[in-house]
């Protein structure tokens, strides 16, 4: 009964909602479903976290074995509808790289369903901690970015000039990919995950070509190229695994490490299921996917592109760190996110543009995961599983901002914010502690970085990997952070009207980031520490006063940061700063002079009236130094390196060569 609840609560419920916004296509209908299934959702996510603590991490959803043969039929079903589905949108579209990847999918899934006997598990869904993780993202966040999305579309639609909206679709696939989300997260039938695994992929091209331009679709095909060659990856290890090993069982999987062992055919098969997890966690060279989905509308990328989808590929990563942990393909793949981590971060320099400015910082921490997946340790994984909670709320509620500031000012440029505070003053601040959030301490996002240092002291060349990546992250988060502030010295704010929905949604999400920090001890403690079952490094986390602590194994901790004591001096200075502004008069503010009389209708304060009566508008920008860090410089070197580093992936496990 309790599996019954789950599976019809988190599975079956967006899916009946996703039915129902086609059927339904009136605002006045899909604006109440929306709010319903979303505290619908978020109670069902509460019962969840009940069962599986009473479960002590190890819930399976056990329904009799007629149903789970029902449920089989029909995944197979999916399987082929889909793959059949991109085979048509690709020929028809005259696209011909994905129906390729599509049929090599097809001819080993019918082979291996037709001549591999393939016994599947007798309990194909199963929640342990690391499961419950990724369900409480997408059944939590998801929803609310979708309440968000309420508003967003509709000024999003208003400024297409659209006929008919396309809203009812728009939501329906959404909804429908919270739904292998949460599936895709409980499945410990490898043949299950693959065809959540795809679905996600499908979704992601039909949004990203939701506004039906030249632009979305040629990026949603992108996408979609290099999402299937993961998706080819995934079934081939599957095949490999299944004649090698003789199951399909995650849970079997992960207790066969490869330390100690190089080369051979399950080695080679662990390596594709990275290879997966690289292409759906847009890592180097396959970050171009990423970048390009960022022309769908914010709600998407918030949802698919920051806070859940990417996620798929890195919690795959961390559900195999068991497996690779102390291994020469560990190392290789703690190189590979750690590149991914600097490149990606030194590439984000360089751009102006908002939205690509998260792109590649999403891009980045998704690297430093990786990086953490593939070192193993104790320390390692507690960085990796803490900043895919961080990562999400902190960025899911940033690119939420970005697109309210691109609808209020008609720009995603960082320049056209500047004095964003005196226009935008609540999406601004909001906008800046989720900046913070991702660059300063106490945040999560921070501790996260310094426990990844701490994990990767006996790796030299991914600690420095580590290290030049957060230098530069600090100076494009510091850039932004300041062009936004830069305000005028008149003491006139423009308040803007937002949508309650969006509104609300961005306030609750702030209250999420301060909270899931302050929080960070026992969050560590309930989420993080019973799946921390990796090797141990001479370094064991743990978690109490308010903080994270290392210890050597004696009652001594060597390091540590308390975050409680942190955040009270955070929340008295914040606290200050209106308190003082309120006591500043406008008199005894001296204006800037520029050889003329300052323009009265100039929001910024710093426009003056030159001769002649031409207002003369004062740049102030920021340096982008694009002849060092510029994308086109950096990309195709950091994608050859990167490639390079998969081939020698492969190599090593193909023909057992230790490192």
Request: contains cysteine; hydrophobic residues 55%; aromatic residues 10%.
């Amino acid at each position: 009964m309790q599996a019954n609840i789950i599976l019809a609560a988190l599975i079956l419920l967006p899916a009946l909602s996703a039915l129902l916004c086609l059927v339904f296509r009136s605002k006045v209908i899909r604006t109440p479903l929306v709010i319903l299934t979303t505290l619908l959702m978020a109670a069902a996510s509460g019962y969840l976290i009940y069962a599986v603590v009473g479960a002590n991490g190890n819930l399976k959803l056990d329904l009799p074995e007629s149903i789970f043969a029902i449920i089989g039929w029909v995944i197979k079903a999916v399987d082929l509808t889909v793959l059949a589905y991109i085979i048509f949108r690709g020929v028809r579209a005259r696209r011909f790289t994905s129906p390729i990847l599509a049929v090599m999918q097809l001819v080993v899934l019918l082979a291996l369903q037709a001549f591999g006997n393939v016994i599947e598990p007798a309990q194909p869904l199963t929640i342990d901690f690391l499961s419950l993780t990724l369900i409480l993202l997408a059944s939590i966040i998801g929803p609310l970015i979708l309440v968000f999305a309420i508003g967003y579309m509709e000024e999003h639609e208003a400024h297409l000039h659209l006929v008919k909206s396309r809203q009812p679709r728009f939501f329906a696939i959404l909804f429908l990919f919270l739904c292998v989300m949460n599936a895709l997260a409980m499945a410990d039938n490898l043949l299950w995950m693959y065809t959540f695994w795809e679905v996600t992929t499908l979704c992601s091209f039909l949004l990203i070509g939701h506004d039906e331009t030249d632009e979305a679709n040629r990026n949603a095909f992108r996408t979609l190229d290099l999402n299937m060659i993961g998706g080819v990856a995934f079934i081939l290890a599957i095949s490999i695994i299944w004649h090698n090993q003789h199951t399909i069982a995650m849970t079997d999987i992960v207790r066969m490490p490869l330390a100690g062992h190089f080369g051979g055919f399950f080695a080679v098969a662990i390596a594709l299921l990275c290879l997966a997890g690289f292409t759906k966690s847009a890592q180097f060279p396959f970050q171009s996917w990423l970048l390009g989905a960022m022309v769908a509308p914010t709600p998407v990328s918030a949802l698919l592109h920051s806070s859940t989808m990417v996620k798929a590929g890195v919690y795959l990563l961390v559900r195999l760190s068991p497996v690779i942990t102390e291994s020469t393909l560990g190392t290789i793949v703690a190189f590979a996110g750690g590149f991914t981590f600097m490149a990606a971060s030194a590439i984000a320099i360089s751009q102006s543009n908002g939205k690509r400015v998260l792109a590649y910082s999403t891009i980045a921490n998704l690297g430093l995961i990786v990086c953490c997946a593939g070192i193993g340790t104790q320390v390692a994984l507690g960085s990796a599983i803490l900043l895919i909670i961080f990562h999400a709320i902190s960025k899911g509620m940033l690119f939420l901002c970005i697109g309210t500031i691109e609808q209020g000012i008609g720009s995603r440029d960082i320049e056209d914010m500047q004095g964003l505070l005196k226009r935008m003053p609540y999406t601004t601040f909001i906008a800046v502690i989720g900046m913070i959030s991702m660059l300063l301490p106490p945040f999560g996002v921070l501790m996260t970085k310094w426990l990844a240092i701490e994990s990767s002291v006996h790796y030299p060349l991914v600690l420095l990997l580590i290290i030049l990546g957060s230098a530069f992250s600090v100076v494009f988060w510091g850039k932004w952070i300041g062009i936004i502030l830069t305000m005028s010295y008149k003491a006139k704010y423009l308040y803007e009207k937002l949508r309650p929905t969006m509104s609300v949604t961005l306030m609750i999400f702030l209250v999420g980031v301060v909270t899931a920090s302050c929080a960070i001890a026992p969050l560590f403690n309930f989420l993080v520490s019973p799946q921390l079952k990796a090797g141990y490094d001479g370094l064991l986390l743990s978690a109490g006063d308010g903080g994270l602590w290392l210890s050597n194994g004696s009652s001594l901790p060597v390091g540590g940061i308390y975050a409680v004591p942190l955040f009270l001096i955070l929340f008295a200075v914040v606290a200050a700063i209106p308190a003082f502004i309120s006591r500043t008069r406008p008199e005894r503010v001296k204006p800037p002079y520029f050889g003329g009389e300052l323009a009265n209708n100039d929001i910024r304060g710093i426009d003056f009236i030159g001769p002649g009566d031409k207002v003369e508008q004062v740049i102030v920008h920021n340096y982008y130094m694009t002849n060092i860090f510029g994308e086109k410089r950096l990309s195709i070197w950091a994608s050859l390196i990167a490639l390079a580093t998969i081939l020698v992936m492969f190599g090593v496990t193909l023909f057992g060569v230790t490192l």
